[in-house]
Structure formats: C-alpha cells, structure tokens
C-alpha cells in the first residue's frame, strides 16, 4: 500500500518513558557511485542500545538480500536527544525495500524504494523476517547524489515525511530535519487537553477505556488536506497507520487484539494534529 506522506510541525509527542526507545529507518543512500556511501541510517534516542534489533534488506523481486544485526550499537547524542547510526547497504538494482524488525521479530517499518519506471518495485516480501508484509512505498531518488531522507520537526516516523532530492547525510542528522526533545503529552479527559485541542482538532474518541474498538471522530476540514492517523504504543512503536480523507469525519479503530495498557491516537495533517491518551483494558 502506498501512502502520501505530509509535512507537518509537531505540536504535542508521546510520553514516552526515559529507558524507552523508538527507532525507526531514517535515510536510505542507494545510487550513490561509491560503493561506501551507500546504506541506511536507523534513527533513536541518544544513548539507548539497538539491542535484539535488525534490518532485513530485500530485492525489487521479493527475495532477502541480507540480514543486519543492530545489536550492541548505542545511538550517539547528535540533536535534542536524538542521534543516528549508518550501516552498508547491498543493493542490485535500482530498487528494493528494507524491513526494520524489533527484539521480538515484529515488523516495525518496511519501506519499498526505486523509479516506478524502473524494472518493478518491491511488492511484498517472499522470504525473511518480513515475509507475507507489504511495504510503504517511499519514492525514488533523482540522482547518484541523493538519498531519500526523512525531513521536517519532530521525534516519532509519523511526523516526518520522505524526500528525495537532498544529498545523503552517511549517520547525521539530515538537512531540513530537526528533532524537538520528548515533552509532556496530552491526557485524555483533563481540562489541558481540551483547552489545548481547541486549538488545533476539535476531536473525540470513544469509549475510553476500551476493550475492543475505538471511535474517533474528526472535524471536516473544508480547503483542508488528507490526514495520517496512527496508533503508537508507550514505547513509540506505530501499530495503526492509515490515510484518512478530508471529508471523512468518524473512523473506528479495532483494537480487540491488544494488549492491554495505554496507547497514544494521533492524527497529523499539514497544518494541525491532535493527540489523545486510551485506555484498553
């Protein structure tokens, strides 16, 4: 499935804990002439440890290529608490996909990547840990001295978004990239997320706590762009990640299959989000 990815400004993040990380794919270098500055850059919070982590790489055609193990790599301190690590990439062609899996083997991001002209993108993963997924779609490069690379403000994937033009940074923060510290999230029901909203989403979901299903309803944003709704967990990982339409103004979220505990609703167009702490029980 493909998505279009919006830049937005980060008002609110998630409470995350402090000896908690979230990591996600942040630069991919692929046609670069050299064969030293191509590879992948993993993004996290400076000084956790990519312990139990790794890195699938597949070919246009399915197939893995190679598997990398991120363990025992601490995340260096670069920007705001955030910090890069860059690994070689194998990459025959001109596409391919890369899968970045967590300590239990779940899929965390998978991304496809390459010219739509070109001889076929990455569809689905045939083998490997990301075998039976479908990636996201993130574009292709211009030229041998681009990367694709996540830019805009923020500290979670979601509130980035993928460009192509810019030239690869090989472990460093990317230009037009800046990352805010992690700061006090909203809380469902309080007299602060209300007045705060209402400067941004006039939004509701329900019931809370929950057990199985979530309502989330959404003001119609007329002149407005599409909006990206996305589920995280208290560690930042993205479990729901879906498009939403500017005219569409109720959704229901299944969640009979979590865990229980607390989990972060957040909905980001170009120019506004809004956030909302749920129960599941």
Request: negative net charge; contains cysteine; aromatic residues 12%.
């Amino acid at each position: 499935m493909k998505y279009f990815l919006l830049p937005v400004m980060l008002v609110f993040s998630l409470v995350l804990n402090a000896q908690s990380a979230s990591y996600f794919i942040n630069e991919i270098s692929y046609t670069a002439s050299n064969p030293s500055e191509k590879g992948f850059e993993i993004v996290g919070t400076a000084g956790s440890q990519l312990t139990g982590w790794s890195a699938v790489q597949y070919h246009a055609d399915g197939w893995q290529s190679k598997v990398d193990d991120l363990s025992n790599q601490i995340i260096p301190s670069q920007q705001n608490g955030y910090g890069t690590i860059w690994y070689d990439i194998e990459q025959g062609g001109d596409s391919g996909g890369l899968a970045l899996v967590d300590p239990t083997g779940s899929i965390v991001q998978f991304v496809a990547y390459g010219p739509l002209n070109g001889n076929g993108i990455l569809n689905g993963a045939l083998d490997g840990l990301a075998a039976g997924s479908i990636p996201e779609y993130i574009g292709a490069v211009s030229d041998a001295n681009s990367a694709m690379q996540l830019v805009g403000t923020g500290n979670l994937y979601a509130t980035f978004f993928w460009a192509s033009t810019q030239t690869a940074s090989l472990g460093q923060v990317n230009d037009n990239q800046f990352f805010i510290p992690l700061v006090i999230g909203l809380q469902s029901g309080s007299d602060n997320t209300e007045s705060l909203t209402e400067r941004t989403y006039q939004a509701t979901a329900w019931p809370n706590p929950t057990t199985d299903f979530l309502q989330v309803r959404l003001p119609e944003l007329k002149g407005g762009s599409p909006r990206i709704l996305c589920l995280y967990d208290q560690n930042g990982r993205q479990l729901i990640r879906q498009q939403v339409s500017k005219e569409a103004q109720q959704i229901q979220l299944e969640l009979g299959d979590l865990s229980a505990g607390i989990y972060y609703v957040t909905v980001f167009s170009k120019d506004n989000q809004w956030q909302y702490e749920v129960v599941v029980k």
